[in-house]
């Protein structure tokens, strides 16, 4: 999102719709994987390729597309919040505060 309002908006659609603390926590956390895994690949296609093949192979021409604007350092330093983010979870912090502070963070 452009906004902060966006990023948080987005950020709440990470969430399952019951509350359950341990049921949020665990979806989060598969989320969130997901997502260091897909920024994983964004940093490799923005250095060409260098550096090993793709986790995700078969979105690898929308994760190319997504380079150019969104940039290698960018998406390191998002992989570095996303593992911040699942470090947390693990220490019991609030599902809903982590993904409200990753959302600021990417």
Same mark, same amino acid.
Request: no cysteine; net charge positive.
């Given at each position: 999102?452009?906004?902060?309002?966006?990023?948080?908006?987005?950020?709440?659609?990470?969430?399952?719709?019951?509350?359950?603390?341990?049921?949020?926590?665990?979806?989060?956390?598969?989320?969130?994987?997901?997502?260091?895994?897909?920024?994983?690949?964004?940093?490799?296609?923005?250095?060409?390729?260098?550096?090993?093949?793709?986790?995700?192979?078969?979105?690898?021409?929308?994760?190319?597309?997504? &380079?150019?604007?969104?940039?290698?350092?960018? &998406?390191?330093?998002?992989?570095? &919040?996303?593992?911040?983010?699942?470090?947390?979870?693990?220490?019991? &912090?609030?599902?809903?505060?982590?993904?409200?502070?990753?959302?600021?963070?990417?």
């Amino acid at each position: 999102g452009a906004t902060p309002r966006a990023r948080l908006q987005a950020a709440a659609a990470l969430l399952p719709g019951k509350s359950s603390s341990s049921g949020e926590r665990a979806a989060l956390a598969s989320r969130l994987t997901m997502l260091g895994s897909l920024l994983r690949d964004v940093a490799l296609a923005a250095q060409g390729g260098q550096g090993g093949p793709m986790a995700n192979e078969d979105l690898s021409a929308d994760l190319e597309r997504l &380079a150019g604007p969104f940039g290698g350092d960018r &998406a390191v330093r998002g992989y570095e &919040a996303v593992d911040r983010a699942i470090a947390a979870l693990g220490r019991n &912090a609030s599902p809903k505060i982590v993904a409200a502070w990753l959302a600021v963070h990417l």
